[in-house]
């Protein structure tokens, strides 16, 4: 990881979760329309419904740390 990666990863954890999906949802934006703009439809469909999970109570934010806590046992 570069040390400007490391440092957006950082600043990235103090935002709230609305503000982590406003994040992930132009970074991907971004990078889809860099690669092909085929696929760019779907993924702002895939946006959409997930911000609409989110926003509706539907799935929850697990924090990073959780996460990785769950990878190692379950990887060991």
């Known amino acids: ?11 990235e954890l103090t935002l709230s979760p609305e503000e982590k999906l406003s994040l992930a949802e132009q970074l991907m934006a971004m990078t889809v329309a ?23 109570g ?3 934010w697990v924090p990073g ?4 806590r769950s990878l190692d046992r379950l990887l060991g």
């Open 1 to 11: 990881m570069t040390a400007q990666l490391a440092e957006l990863t950082r600043a």
């Open 34 to 56: 860099e690669t092909s703009p085929a696929p760019a439809a779907a993924w702002e469909t895939e946006v959409q419904r997930s911000r609409a999970d989110v926003q509706s």
């Open 58 to 60: 539907k799935v929850r």
């Open 65 to 68: 740390a959780e996460v990785e």
